[in-house]
């Protein structure tokens, strides 16, 4: 099956710097990326995903990247405010799939 | 608010006991998908149902149980409870019944097995 390594497991930023947390994937046959951010006591909700037949999206001050050839992918938070500090995941899936394989999580910490 | 609900909220038992979790998806979303989040760890999938079939399994243990019902809510039954069973029990929905489709998530379960 599939799995999902995700780096590093803990981030800590200076407010308006850049964050990039990577992840990476086994099966090839993956083919969808979503990324999910937690706040602290609340629920996963999606923040921005990736299709294979994209190599890179944006949305406002994130951005994901994908490397199939590589089978990895990485979220970019750019200007980062206090309000991101969460813990974001990472996923994959394949078209076929039913299942979302998460990584292992990443806590990012902005420091005002 | 996601649309996605679940009961209850927290839940407070004995090992070797059982419990059910409820979830109600969001209108119109026929899949719901179950996930467990320990301490400091990621999303575990357990099991996913489609419009009132099992679609996909997990990493989901024996003691453990789900079905969904005829209007769609689902339930999942946690029986002769560990200690490590302990979690956060997350329900999510989607509209379809591939991942690809985005899932909205539950306000969680927290299970206490003392």
């Known amino acids: 099956g599939e799995n999902v390594e995700q780096h590093p497991s803990t981030l800590s930023v200076q407010e308006g710097d850049s964050a990039v947390i990577k992840c990476t994937y086994s099966d090839s046959a993956s083919n969808y990326f979503p990324w999910y951010k937690q706040e602290l006591g609340k629920r996963p909700q999606l923040i921005i995903d990736?299709?294979?037949?994209?190599g890179e999206k944006k949305d406002q001050r994130i951005a994901v990247t994908l490397n199939k050839t590589a089978k990895h992918f990485s979220l970019h938070i750019t200007e980062t405010q206090p309000e991101d500090s969460a813990v974001y995941f990472c996923a994959a899936s394949s078209y076929a799939g039913n299942m979302l394989t998460f990584g292992g999580g990443t806590r990012l910490m902005v420091k005002p | 608010d996601s649309g996605v609900t679940q009961t209850p909220k927290h839940l407070i038992t004995a090992t070797g006991q059982r419990v059910t979790l409820r979830c109600s998806p969001r209108?119109?979303?026929?899949?719901v998908y179950w996930y467990q989040q320990s301490l400091d760890q990621g999303l575990q999938f357990l099991i996913q149902?489609?419009?009132?079939?099992?679609?996909a399994k997990g990493n989901i243990l024996e003691r453990f149980s789900a079905q969904q019902f005829p209007d769609l809510h689902s339930e999942l039954n946690l029986s002769s409870l560990e200690l490590g069973d302990s979690a956060l029990y997350f329900c999510a929905s989607s509209v379809g019944g591939s991942a690809i489709n985005e899932q909205f998530f539950g306000p969680g379960t927290r299970l206490t097995v003392l």
């Open positions: 209108s119109g979303d026929l899949s």
């Open positions: 149902y489609y419009n009132g079939e099992e679609r």
């Open positions: 990736i299709r294979s037949n994209v």
